[in-house]
């Protein structure tokens, strides 16, 4: 019998204490061991962990590749799943290989299948695809069923065709054909962090309100806790009210603390969407058990009237080359934002828009408002500057060319008043120019309703040895 | 009183790619209070302060836990060719000098 199986069939219910184990709020970084096997001895029905960013920036997403290094999320992946197969409980990962599109899920599970191989393990795996489908999501611009999710620019084919990756987030719906499936472990695509923590609880008949805000406050492990930390942590569901407690004995989930995670890179602290509905924490109470414990219950539910999907895309920009270079010349200074303007000129006479060559050449001007999205007027009190320059070009030869020309020309450029006449800049290393590497945007973040019928999120099961 | 000298908390993060959220937590009920009634903290103040258009700021209170939450767009998709903060983890400085 299976891992969920034994679960189901266990006679567990909304009467009875669940414990949930949330090992990892971002699988590949390194779960700290310690409060894992802390948590693995406090026996959880079962383990859930997300895999997954979209902060990390468009780069995974678009190229395929994870954000956390291949020995970090092997040695990880095996901590989970040892944990999980000994104990003889569920394991679920959610948003595979930090993106969740095919070529991440497909890596992760490559990870999985090389592990269990090395240590002998055996156990049945479902998988759940996250994948768009491109002529399903073009139907729906055509029905007029989508909608931007903020400043971004409406959906339309050319913008379907030019993504290399497009996922869609599941709810706890996918999770629930995967469970169907009767496996031990269940590996998704791009989902909603929550629905990895929520679906187990759901289909043992717990309130979706519960169950839903125990994993939204969850799914970041610790970080809910004072001081936060990635440590795992576990909470008790029961009717419906759960505790949440660190497996830190130095990190206490306070009711203040646990409030304010609803917060946490939410643009709505009281409001909560998912795929099936909103959740709504304008109810929700936040009562201290002990100094480290904390029982919350209060939220609800609402049902969405029609489901709806976020879906997620990224596109190729082009190829990057990088300058970084300093001055610590009050001359260079004061003229800055001319010199980069004559520079800017001179390199684009080199490369004529007419040749087809078309690139960006962009100034991250450290030490002169840099950091900001916005305007920010300077206070010119700084010391030293970082001219951090990089190029965008159609291929890597363009850009490492771009780059190199604006390295001498920056180097010697002749303003009125200079001193430094051996150079303009600092350079802290040879070569001074980086290739950088691909660039991504983010072409698609938008709202796609959904029907029944629609072939989303397809369950895959079999047996791993 | 400035911000920075009352505030327990002063973070900025993207909520998804598109938006900007900064999260502003006090110490007491008595800070919490004077920040909420401070006209340096209405969405016209704070886009004055960023230079942005005040029909795309929300100051949202959150008083369960003593803090306020104000929500921007993005200036850039994050992550696109030109951003300057992929997590957008450094866009609170200029709110750190504001008279409450």
Known sequence: ?465 | MRLIDVARVVRSKNAGPLQLTIDLVFPDDSTFERARRSPALTPEAVAHVYGVDPVTVKVIEFGVANAIKIVMNRPIIAGSPGDSDVYGAQQHRPLLDVIL
């Open chain 1, 1 to 465: 019998m299976s891992a969920i199986a034994r679960l189901l069939d266990s006679g567990l219910g909304p009467s009875r204490r669940l414990r949930v184990l949330a090992a990892s709020g971002q699988l590949g970084y390194g779960i700290p061991e310690r409060a894992f096997r802390a948590g693995l001895a406090r026996k959880p029905h079962f383990i859930g962990c997300d895999m997954g960013s979209i902060d990390v920036g468009p780069y995974y997403l678009g190229s395929g590749q994870l954000a956390t290094s291949e020995r970090i999320t092997r040695r990880d992946l095996r901590l989970v799943l040892h944990g999980a197969l000994a104990a003889d409980v569920p394991l679920i990962i959610g948003t595979a290989g930090t993106a969740g599109a095919a070529p991440h899920l497909e890596r992760t599970l490559g990870l999985i299948r090389s592990i269990a191989m090395e240590d002998g393990l055996t156990f049945r795996l479902a998988t759940i695809q996250a994948d768009m489908p491109r002529e399903l999501l073009k139907r729906r611009i055509s029905e007029n069923r989508t909608r931007p999710l903020g400043p971004i620019e409406p959906l339309s084919e050319p913008i379907v065709d030019r993504a290399s990756n497009i996922v869609a987030q599941m709810g706890v719906g996918a999770f629930l054909r995967a469970i169907d499936e009767a496996p031990d472990v269940i590996v998704a695509g791009r989902a909603c962090d929550t629905a990895v923590f929520a679906a187990l609880p759901q289909r043992l008949g717990y309130p979706v309100a519960a169950a839903m805000h125990m994993a939204k406050i969850i799914e970041c492990t610790s970080l809910c806790c004072v001081p936060g930390g990635r440590d795992a942590i576990l909470a008790t569901l029961s009717g419906d009210r759960f505790v949440v407690e660190s497996m830190n004995p130095g990190q206490a989930a306070t009711p203040l603390s646990v409030a304010a995670h609803s917060l946490y890179e939410q643009a709505d602290p009281l409001t909560v969407h998912e795929p099936e509905g909103t959740l709504h924490l304008e109810g929700a109470r936040f009562e201290a058990l002990d100094d480290r414990r904390t029982t919350v219950y209060g939220a609800m539910f609402e049902p969405a009237s029609v489901p709806t999907v976020k879906v997620e895309g990224a596109e190729w920009c082009g190829e990057r080359a990088v300058l970084a270079a300093g001055s610590a010349d009050p001359r260079v200074m004061e003229n800055v934002d001319a010199i980069v303007e004559s520079v800017r000129a001179t390199v684009q006479e080199f490369f004529p828009a007419e040749d087809g060559a078309d690139f960006q050449l962009i100034f991250h001007m450290y030490g002169h408002g840099g950091v900001s999205l916005f305007p920010r007027v300077m206070d010119g009190n700084t010391s030293e500057l970082l001219f951090l320059v990089e190029c965008i070009a159609e291929d890597k030869d363009q850009a490492h060319a771009v780059i190199s020309v604006t390295k001498q020309y920056l180097l010697h450029h002749g303003f009125p008043g200079r001193l430094s006449t051996g150079g303009n800049i600092a350079f802290p290393f040879t070569p001074a120019e980086l290739p950088g590497g691909t660039a991504y945007r983010f072409s698609i973040h938008h709202l796609v309703e959904s029907d029944p019928s629609d072939e989303l999120f397809g369950v895959q099961a079999g047996e791993v040895h």
